[in-house]
């Protein structure tokens, strides 16, 4: 049985407006930070799962995305999976 860290990483659409990276890109400009041009800000969410099979995993976690994680109408999302080395 191998185990993963899983991340998924959850964006708005780009044609999607996104009023907390207008606030957050408002705020930095306030602050003195005026080289940043455009923020976006999404979400990311790790998960530690464990299967003998990669691709059971990369399935149950895209089951994931589609029913709670992401909303499929305003979001994308992408995932990576690293191996969680035994130190033992």
Do not use: W
């Not at 991340?7 to 207008?22: F, M």
């Not at 499929?72 to 033992?88: G, R, W």
């Amino acid at each position: 049985m191998k185990e993963y860290l899983v991340k998924v990483e959850v964006k708005l659409k780009p044609v999607v407006l996104d009023p907390q990276g207008k606030t957050v890109l408002s705020s930095l400009h306030h602050l003195g930070f005026n080289e940043v041009e455009d923020c976006r800000v999404g979400k990311l969410i790790e998960l530690k799962m464990s299967d003998s099979d990669l691709s059971v995993i990369e399935k149950r976690v895209d089951e994931m995305c589609k029913k709670l994680l992401s909303n499929p109408v305003i979001e994308t999302y992408s995932i990576s999976y690293i191996e969680i080395k035994d130190n033992a």
